[in-house]
T-cell receptor, first 110, second 113 residues
């Protein structure tokens, strides 16, 4: 089983739609959770950290479910510029380094 | 510096040659990581450095790959006797400490011909 698993997509949604991604992780001792965004041929950039109580940043909401070992990202009112690959990131079982999921592709269309 | 700086941004080399890739992390960040990403693929962990601890080399694909970090700051990734399968984008990242979010550099695109 992979340490971090994501649905690769692609998710094709119209502008203005709400879209949600889930990600599962295998290390029950993980303490750090993030969502990164990667645009085509660019480096990954931190989108938001994920806190136990859940957190919101504008149109983006992240949730953590420790019991089921998954995290989610909700994007409301999708924009064309949201089109990217979204990477789920969790600190792993070995050495506490971050483990990156393979990513979920989002395509927002007009 | 303000961000993670990598050089060169692009490198084309002949099969069998050695290459050196450089990473200058954010000032004060104690942890430094190297990843590579082939076209259309996910991030592949290579190696990380944390302070004065021995580096975690568990992701290096072969003994042709090595890395060092001098003075706890700049790091160099060296690939000896390059092969075509080494072609990828090599990404460096740094963080305040283990478990913190990473900041990535813009990468070095390596092409072995």
């Amino acid at each position: 089983r992979k340490e971090v698993e994501q649905d690769p997509g692609p998710f094709n949604v119209p502008e203005g739609a709400t879209v949600a991604f889930n990600c599962t992780y295998s290390n029950s001792a993980s303490q750090s959770f993030f969502w990164y965004r990667q645009d085509c041929r660019k480096e990954p950039k931190l989108l938001m950290s994920v806190y136990s109580s859940g957190n919101e940043d504008g149109r983006f909401t992240a949730q953590l479910n420790r019991a089921s070992q998954y995290i989610s990202l909700l994007i409301r009112d999708s924009k064309l510029s949201d089109s990217a690959t979204y990477l789920c990131v969790v600190n792993g079982a070995v050495g506490n380094k971050l483990v990156f999921g393979a990513g979920t592709i989002l395509r927002v269309k007009s | 510096g303000a961000g993670v700086s990598q050089s060169p941004s692009n490198k084309v080399t002949e099969k069998g040659k050695d290459v050196e890739l450089r990473c200058d992390p954010i000032s004060g960040h104690t942890a430094l990581y190297w990843y590579r990403q082939s076209l259309g693929q996910g991030l592949e962990f290579l190696i990380y450095f944390q302070g004065n601890s021995a580096p975690d080399k568990s992701g290096l694909p072969s003994d042709r790959f090595s890395a060092e970090r001098t003075g706890g700051s700049v790091s160099t990734l060296t690939i000896q006797r390059t092969q075509q399968e080494d072609s990828a984008v090599y990404l460096c990242a740094s963080s305040q400490d283990l478990g913190y979010g990473y900041t990535f550099g813009s990468g070095t695109r390596l092409t072995v011909v």
